[in-house]
């Protein structure tokens, strides 16, 4: 499944870069601007780290499939199981999202609690380690990225607000694509995010310790 996953990325990540450099080589271009490829090497990975993310929890897969009798069918599939058919009848939505009753949680701690717990949902150690340590690392990247990218983002609330806007809008729009919207994913996300900040900003004062200085005239 892990390996899936990350193949899965790294697809992302090629056709996020196949768009997006040369979008940023023209804009640049056109602006006659001149930038420090350190500023630049951070932005691409940014963007391709969001595409990343967005890819794996809001944003559908496209698939093409031909029958045996030439009938050409494409498929536009949500991971929780929804899919809208694209064929020459028409438009077709198959709806397979679980009940909206379960597709919410707003106490937190309860995920996180019942995963802890023998019978809780995960029903073996590798899920509890996917589903708990995985949401805290899955955001560390953009919480490291953000300060680098951009030096507005240096100071810790910003990188707060901003990384909560994003998760924000992650688990909003899961809920009306059929997936879980849950406070606990929230607060491992958060966590993610702030610790990549940190380590992004003890990684840029050791930079400039070491950074050689000029000796006085």
């Not at 595409?51 to 536009?76: A, K, M």
């Not at 709806?95 to 949680?105: E, F, I, K």
């Not at 701690?109 to 995963?115: D, G, L, Q, V």
């Not at 690392?137 to 990225?145: D, K």
């Amino acid at each position: 499944m892990i390996q899936s996953y990350l193949w899965s990325l790294l697809a992302a990540c090629v056709l996020t870069l196949a768009v997006y450099l040369p979008l940023r080589l023209l804009w640049l271009r056109l602006q006659n601007r001149k930038t420090q490829w350190q500023h630049e090497v951070m932005m691409a990975l940014l963007v391709c780290y969001t595409v990343s993310v967005l890819s794996q929890t809001v944003l559908p897969e496209l698939r093409l499939d031909r029958f045996g009798d030439g009938r050409l069918e494409g498929n536009v599939l949500f991971y929780s199981g929804n899919q809208l058919i694209v064929s020459a009848r028409g438009f077709e939505w198959v709806h397979a999202a679980q009940p909206m009753a379960h597709r919410w949680n707003l106490i937190p701690f309860r995920t996180i609690a019942s995963y802890l717990r023998p019978d809780g949902y995960a029903v073996n150690d590798s899920i509890r380690v996917v589903n708990l340590l995985g949401n805290v690392l899955v955001f560390v990247p953009f919480g490291a990225l953000l300060p680098l990218a951009f030096a507005r983002m240096r100071r810790w609330y910003r990188v707060f607000l901003c990384g909560s806007a994003f998760i924000a809008f992650i688990e909003i729009t899961q809920f009306f694509i059929g997936r879980a919207a849950d406070i606990d994913d929230y607060i491992l996300n958060i966590l993610g995010v702030m610790l990549g900040y940190w380590s992004a900003l003890l990684c840029l004062r050791l930079a400039r310790r070491r950074r050689p200085t000029l000796p006085s005239a």
